[in-house]
């Protein structure tokens, strides 16, 4: 994993002195006598890119890099001890770094992109059986056990910009109306986000919006316009419209 410097470069976008900010600021390594955060983190990178399938095996393989341990600023682990970590660590703290990467990430798509079109979604996980109905049974919906992703990609390069895990029963306009709103873009999402008083915060931002209405939304056509011939098989109606209420 480390050969040809592959895991220093994943790491360049990585800022230590923000991380170890956002530990302190949820003083997730209080009670820590050895193993902390950071520690976790390099950890967890190493399980995903090597694609370690057990705890084992992540012990076995990290150990073997010792030289490397010094230059990330990290050291030998246990198993017991990572799990334990995983178990009890507030998660709150990656999800926060997360946050700043995309942002980051964000930023330059911005930079190298004039006119952005941005896709909001969401998917369900399953999780339940042993295991898992602990802490997922309560939080079921009709359709799913387990947890709701929601996701916000940048649609020319399939970048994602915004990443929130929630409980399966959150909404989807629940966890849209904390997405950052920026001006000139545009946002794409299906009939989960429907509120009319998000759709004018976008508006009030000096965005722009695509939907679909309810099929009982009370609208009054003000003008129809021509949708042309060339459009005629992909566009069934072209209308401002204005709220009967």
């Known amino acids: 994993m ?19 900010k956002i530990v302190k600021e949820h003083k997730s390594d209080k009670y820590s006598k050895g193993f902390k955060s950071w520690d976790q983190l390099i950890a967890m990178i190493y399980t995903q890119v090597s694609g370690c399938r057990s705890l084992r095996e992540v012990e076995t393989g990290f150990n073997s890099q010792t030289l490397h341990h010094y230059h ?3 050291r030998s682990i246990k198993r017991s001890t990572l799990s334990d970590a995983n178990a009890n660590r507030d998660s709150e703290v990656f999800a926060q770094l997360c946050g700043q990467l995309l942002d980051q990430m ?12 941005y896709l909001i979604d969401s998917t369900s996980i399953t999780l339940k059986g042993l295991g898992f109905n602990d802490w997922t049974k309560e939080n079921k919906n009709n359709h799913t056990q387990g947890i709701k992703v929601h996701i916000m990609t940048e649609q020319s390069q399939s970048i994602p910009i915004y990443v929130s895990i929630t409980a399966a029963n959150i909404n989807d306009i629940e966890d849209g109306r904390k997405i950052p709103i920026e001006a000139g873009a545009t946002y794409v999402f299906d009939k989960g986000y429907y509120d009319y008083n998000w759709w004018y915060r976008i508006h009030k931002r000096d965005a722009f919006f ?3 209405f309810k099929h009982n ?13 060339d459009n005629s098989e992909d566009i069934l109606e072209d209308s401002l419209v204005e709220f009967k209420n």
């Open 106 to 117: 964000g930023r330059t798509v911005r930079n190298e992109i004039k006119d952005l079109l």
């Open 2 to 20: 480390y050969r040809n410097t592959r895991f220093g470069e994943l790491m360049k976008g990585l800022s230590r002195p923000s991380f170890d």
């Open 217 to 229: 939304a009370a609208t009054n056509t003000i003008k129809a316009f021509n949708c042309g011939s």
């Open 210 to 212: 695509v939907s679909r």
């Open 72 to 74: 990330l600023g990290t």
